[in-house]
Nanobody, 123 residues
Framework: QVLLVESGGGLVQPGGSLRLSCVDS????????MGWFRQAPGKERETIAA????????FYADSVKGRFTISRDNVKNTVYLQMNSLKPEDTGVYYC????????????????WGQGTLVAVSS
């Protein structure tokens, strides 16, 4: 059974940093390429970062490139998203999921989602 639990969100000032974590109680993280997704208020969920099972970075959305870093610890069954130089437009609910490549773009592989973690960037 897939159970993805995201954490680490919060309220932060512009320019600040946060580190998000995604833990899976099953086998999904340990055996899959993984990604982080963001749903901003009033917008559709978008893929913002992805990496392979072994930790090779696959993709960053242009909006986060150079500021966010995705990583993983397969021993801890955890995927991370280090977010630096945060901007108000980074505000949203962040989710993790396994990813699949379709036509050069990365999408969620699983239909099930965790509850997400809210990031609010505001002064």
């Amino acid at each position: 059974q897939v159970l993805l639990v995201e954490s680490g969100g919060g309220l932060v000032q512009p320019g600040g940093s946060l580190r998000l974590s995604c833990v899976d109680s099953g086998r999904t993280v340990r055996t899959s390429a993984m990604g982080w997704f963001r749903q901003a208020p009033g917008k559709e969920r978008e893929t913002i970062a992805a990496l392979t099972f072994s930790g090779k970075e696959l993709f960053y959305a242009d909006s986060v490139k150079g500021r966010f870093t995705i990583s993983r610890d397969n021993v801890k069954n955890t995927v991370y998203l280090q977010m630096n130089s945060l901007k108000p437009e980074d505000t949203g609910v962040y989710y993790c999921n396994a990813v699949i490549n379709k036509g050069g773009r990365y999408f969620n592989r699983l239909d099930a989602w965790g509850q997400g973690t809210l990031v609010a960037v505001s002064s």
